[in-house]
């Protein structure tokens, strides 16, 4: 039976930084995960170049029940404190569209720095190793507290004892990497309410026939606006972000054999509802009336193939006759009706393809519950969470790896 001071379950991006503080500072700490390797979603990201964090870091970046919840940990932890961690350790790196920051070689760049941070800490690792009970050793309940004198966890390898846990055991995207709901588990055993959890910056799913007729498009990109638009039905959710009324996202769209994905997509996916329709302008940086007005003397389809594959032309528009007809001959009603279609084309989705393919997972560990100052269990001392068990999800583009590293350091550094 092993003892540590401080057990963090889970070795993602916020074990592993969390583990490396809480150990340089003096804790013994042991990192408890059900794989062979630590850091397996960080390798995977940002297809395997690590989108680490972004320039542009505040609340409004992130969905959650209490969208004030994050600001603490975010402003205590900056991107630049990150950033200046990376330099340290001279890892080149790059900075694309929207101020988001990849590794110019690989993603094993930040996992290696992550252990080698551990290493100085003297952080001990128990891999391929699952958790699947814990209780609080020597339990006094009251009603507004669990206390006791530490954890027992009941693992695959046996029990192990704990001062204090940390759990960062993440979500439930990607399941082939080993995600598990160990993490909530632990959350409902001791009464902390759990925000219901769906799949976000996840691809969309389309009905038939419009998932057949726009197959044939399959790998093509196209960028675009996209927002959101009405529902056919009640929206009944206790996912609370902010209103979605104002929000839009100008990047690519990726069609596929399924339906559509690409940036664009998945970030709408995050605040869209089932039944809910989404608005795409596919010509988010032109006045098409304006170029209508330049092309009288072409085809409709022509004259939209300047702009887009000229399949997705021919796609759109119906009667097919209209769009090889020359635009000077169409008449106001048809002109207005060919913008509208290509500035505000309606689809409504089916559904999302799910954790298989989601980059994360909306809902999690209420923040209610939770201490914006240590991330501790309001009602159960010494009890920890961090990273995307949380319910706080941030946007595509460095924004989920920046708050591992925030809520990680907001409960490293406030730990006594």
């Known amino acids: 039976m092993m003892r540590s001071e401080v057990i963090i379950i889970g070795a993602g991006a916020a074990g592993l930084f969390c583990a490396a503080l809480l150990g ?13 390797k630590v850091g397996r979603k960080i390798l995977m990201s940002g297809g395997g170049k690590c989108n680490f964090t972004n320039l542009t870091i505040d609340a409004n970046h992130y969905l959650s029940t209490n969208p004030h919840f994050c600001k603490s940990a975010l402003k205590r932890f900056t991107q630049w404190d990150f950033i200046e961690l990376v330099n340290k350790y001279q890892i080149p790196y790059h900075e694309k569209d929207h101020g988001q920051l990849f590794c110019d070689d690989s993603a094993q ?16 690792f128990q891999m391929q190793t699952a958790v699947t009970d814990i209780h609080v050793t020597d339990t006094h309940i009251t009603d507004t507290q669990v206390t006791g004198s530490g954890f027992s966890l009941t693992t695959s390898q046996g029990e192990l004892l704990g001062d204090k846990v940390v759990v960062a055991t993440g979500g439930l995207s990607m399941p082939a990497l080993g995600m598990t709901t160990i993490g909530y588990k632990i959350a409902e055993k001791f009464n902390l309410p759990v ?33 959101l638009g009405a529902c056919d039905r009640k929206i009944e959710t206790d996912v609370v972000t902010h209103s979605t009324a104002n929000i839009s996202f100008k990047e690519n769209i990726l069609f596929t ?3 559509l994905s690409g940036p664009a997509i998945l970030q709408i996916s995050s605040y869209w509802q089932v039944g ?13 009336t304006t170029l209508f007005e330049q092309n009288r003397n ?48 309606q689809i409504t989705p089916n ?27 309001k009602t159960v001392p010494n009890l920890y969470f961090i990273g995307e068990v949380v319910d706080v999800t941030g946007w595509l583009g460095g924004y989920n790896f920046q708050w591992a590293w925030s809520s990680a350091a907001a409960c490293a550094t406030e730990m006594v």
């Open 276 to 288: 809910q329709a989404v608005v795409i302008n596919l010509l988010p940086d032109i006045d098409p």
């Open 109 to 124: 760049r930040i996992v290696d720095m992550l252990v080698a941070e551990c290493q100085k800490g003297g952080v001990k």
């Open 257 to 259: 054999h399924r339906g």
């Open 298 to 345: 072409m085809s409709v389809k022509n004259c939209l193939a300047t702009q887009l594959p000229k399949r997705l032309v021919e796609l759109l528009i119906k009667p097919d006759d209209l769009a090889d007809r020359p635009i000077k001959q169409l008449t106001h009603q048809q002109r207005a009706e060919i913008i509208t279609l290509f500035t505000a084309w």
């Open 351 to 377: 559904g999302t393809e799910g954790y298989r393919t989601a980059e994360v997972t909306l809902g999690g560990v209420s923040s209610d519950a939770l201490s914006s100052k240590t991330m501790m269990a």
């Open 24 to 36: 340089q500072r003096g804790f013994a700490v042991t990192v408890v995960d059900n794989g062979k």
């Open 195 to 227: 925000v219901p959890l769906r799949a976000g910056l996840v691809p969309f799913t389309l009905h038939s026939p419009l998932r057949e007729e726009l197959a044939s498009l399959a790998g093509v990109a196209v960028k675009a606006e996209v927002r």
